[in-house]
């Protein structure tokens, strides 16, 4: 069974920095493409960042230049380390990943910026 495991949420302030990260099991992680989405209050959970098997990235508009999506086929966790924060950025975030044609998804961590 796919298991997913998002840690490192916390309250950050404006500006401050957070690297997420989450642990998989049950998946052969070097083979797969790896997802960051998040969901804010009031809002639709939306893609924020992914890495595919190659370690070519992708941002959104929001994050881009801000955070960084990385991946350590050996500790078979990916980061998501969360730069220059805004209070915007307050949000569930979650890792996510497609297994024999479904998606999977681990239970999320809060992060909230605030002062």
């Known amino acids: 069974q796919v298991r997913l495991a998002e840690s490192g949420g916390s309250l950050v302030q404006p500006g401050g920095s957070l690297r997420p990260s989450c642990i998989a099991s049950?998946?052969?992680?070097?083979?797969?493409?790896w997802n960051w989405y998040r969901h804010a209050p009031g809002t639709d959970r939306d893609f924020a960042a992914t890495i595919d098997s190659s370690g070519h990235k992708n941002y959104s508009d929001s994050v881009k230049g801000r955070f960084i999506v990385s991946r350590d086929n050996v500790r078979n966790t990916l980061y998501l380390q969360a730069n220059s924060l805004k209070p915007e950025d307050t949000a569930v975030y979650y890792c996510q990943t497609k297994y024999r044609g479904r998606e999977v998804w681990g239970r999320g961590i809060r992060v909230t910026v605030s002062s």
């Open positions: 049950g998946i052969n992680f070097r083979l797969h493409t």
